[in-house]
């Protein structure tokens, strides 16, 4: 991800995209969509930076696949594989409750 100033040409382009707050602007050419403008104000560069990252981009979506798909593991089985079932595993399990 890249950052720069804005050149003086595009100040005004600035203000448009101000105007807009937090809702997203599209711009179109023969009215399809072939930009978008997204306002960063409440947003963290981790954030944008894994969300235009095409490597976690194709995570998310294996995930997302494998839950349709019903692939899932569930609370306890991850707990039963974590720690050895024993008497003060059952304890904190329960504690937690």
């Given amino acids: 991800m890249k950052a720069m100033k804005l ?7 600035l203000k448009v995209a101000e105007t807009a707050a937090e809702e997203t ?3 179109t050419k023969k ?3 072939v ?4 306002s960063l104000r409440k ?3 981790e954030s944008l930076g894994l969300s ?14 494998e839950i349709r798909a019903g692939k899932t593991t569930s609370l306890e089985e991850l707990e039963k594989k974590a720690m050895p079932p024993n008497k003060s595993a ?6 937690r409750r």
Avoid at 7 to 13: I, W
Avoid at 90 to 95: L, T
């Fill in 90 to 95: 059952r304890r904190i399990r329960k504690s």
């Fill in 7 to 13: 050149p003086k040409e595009l100040q005004s382009f």
């Fill in 52 to 65: 235009t990252n095409p490597a976690f981009l194709k995570i998310i979506e294996t995930a997302r696949k």
């Fill in 35 to 38: 930009a978008a403008l997204v």
């Fill in 43 to 45: 947003v963290d560069r």
């Fill in 25 to 27: 602007l599209v711009f």
């Fill in 31 to 33: 009215k399809r969509p």
